[in-house]
Nanobody, 122 residues
């Protein structure tokens, strides 16, 4: 199983980016995919998740109303649209997947992507 994340980059505060995570090697129907992030000197934290079946979404409080997670079943891909970006959103963003929803249950994700860096300048 591979999770290939892409879409990170440098953006000014107030700008937007869209992250993509393409899963290969298995289907996650019945499971969940999502994003975590790790800022310099901080622990990895949950950002957003989507259940593959039903499409229920979940967000960390600080990104609610600014970030939107979505999925494309045909492409086995999940997206994170990030609007109104703030310098405190600067982090390495990791795609994650779990074979049984929700993403954070049990010991957490079963699979992790390689991370993509998002830098928001003030």
């Amino acid at each position: 199983v591979q999770l290939q994340a892409s879409g990170g980059g440098l953006v000014q505060a107030g700008g937007s980016l869209r992250l993509s995570c393409a899963a290969s090697g298995r289907s996650f129907s019945g499971g969940a995919m999502g994003w975590f992030r790790q800022a310099p000197g901080k622990e990895r934290e949950f950002v957003a998740a989507i259940n593959w079946s039903g499409g229920s979404t979940y967000y960390e409080d600080s990104v609610k109303g600014r970030f939107t997670i979505s999925r494309d079943n045909a492409k086995n891909t999940v997206y994170l649209r990030m609007n109104s970006l703030k310098p405190q959103d600067t982090a390495v963003y990791y795609c994650a997947a779990r074979t049984i929803a929700p993403l954070w249950s049990g010991s957490g994700p079963d699979y992790w992507g390689q991370g993509t860096l998002v830098t928001v300048s003030s």
